[in-house]
């Protein structure tokens, strides 16, 4: 398997932004006595989201953007779950029931976003996706809708510090970051 240098380096940092500011908003909720900037966490997600996207959208030379519909599902998708995630910690916030619509629109924007990552490149007609790389985005969105919809809830009701769901969360970012980079014909 060969990778793109140059998206490996951007999806790396966009992945670091998204689990950043997962870290840092959940660390500034959880220790207040830290001092954390209180966007400091959502400036990190969005940003780390964009950079997502972006790789996602560059063509094979990284010479510039592809208006096509890889494109456009990568930024909807993007766009999906952060609106998402954004609105069930205000419902939470509110002490809200988040009910069903906000979790479903995070998982269809994995699903979208893992299937925006395997598309090949050109105007809107069918064409076999990378096998690799859709290996790659599915057990990513896998292991990340796993993590977060079922393993992490589970630890924090149970208190479990250290279990697997973190791990889960880096490892599905390490398979995106992986699907961004792989080298296919485009």
């Not at 494109?71 to 069903?100: D, E, H, N, T």
């Not at 998982?107 to 925006?116: K, M, Q, S, T, V």
Request: hydrophobic residues 50%; charged residues 10%; contains cysteine.
């Amino acid at each position: 398997m060969r990778f793109d240098n140059q998206k490996l380096l951007l999806g790396s940092l966009g992945a670091l932004g998204v689990i950043g500011g997962v870290v840092a908003k959940n660390s500034a909720e959880q220790f207040p006595m830290l001092g954390l900037p209180e966007n400091l966490g959502p400036a990190l997600f969005v940003g780390g989201w964009g950079l997502v996207a972006y790789t996602n959208a560059l063509n094979a030379a990284n010479t510039n953007i592809v208006y096509d519909q890889k494109s456009a599902l990568g930024l909807l998708s993007a766009a999906s779950i952060v609106g998402s995630v954004f609105m069930m910690k205000q419902l939470k916030r509110q002490g809200q029931p988040v009910g069903a619509l906000y979790p479903a629109l995070f998982a269809g924007g994995w699903i979208a976003l893992a299937y925006a990552i395997c598309q090949r490149r050109g105007p809107l007609k069918f064409a076999w996706p990378n096998t690799q790389r859709c290996a790659l985005s599915f057990g990513a969105a896998a292991l990340v809708l796993t993590s977060m919809m079922y393993v992490l809830p589970r630890q924090r009701m149970l208190k479990i510090v250290d279990g697997p769901g973190m791990a889960m969360f880096a490892a599905g970012w390490a398979l995106i970051v992986a699907a961004l980079a792989h080298k296919a014909d485009n």
